[in-house]
């Protein structure tokens, strides 16, 4: 069982940075894939970045690639998502998962945090 924690989400104005944090429980936590998915109002949750959980190979959807970074700390049990250039667009609840597979479907995830809102002002 894996138990996911996040947090570091804010009010924020365009072009700003933040680090979201998710912590997470679990010796073997390290051998999971994780990844970050984001809801925003009225819309489906959707695919923001994946590690995939041996090779820690990174995949990102094309609207953050290149400003969002998406990173690990095993020896912390800790899954960080760096958000940079926010634009309105990127506001949303931003939620951690973790399963077996590195992928960009919601499905093949198997544990999920509570989210943490980040909000972006023009």
């Known amino acids: 069982q894996v138990q996911l924690v996040e947090s570091g989400g804010g009010l924020v104005q365009a072009g700003d940075s933040l680090r979201l944090s998710c912590a997470a429980s679990g010796r073997t936590f390290f051998t999971y894939a994780v990844g970050w998915f984001r809801q925003a109002p009225g819309r489906e949750r959707e695919f923001v970045a994946s590690?995939?959980?041996?090779?820690?190979?990174?995949n990102y959807a094309d609207s953050v690639k290149g400003r969002f970074t998406i990173s690990s700390d095993n020896a912390k049990n800790m899954v960080y998502l760096q958000l940079n250039s926010l634009k309105p667009e990127d506001t949303a609840v931003y939620y951690c998962?973790?399963?077996?597979?590195?992928?960009?479907?919601?499905?093949?995830?198997?544990?999920w945090g509570q989210g943490t809102q980040v909000t972006v002002s023009s």
């Open positions: 998962t973790a399963g077996s597979l590195a992928t960009r479907r919601l499905n093949d995830y198997d544990y």
């Open positions: 590690m995939s959980g041996r090779t820690r190979n990174t």
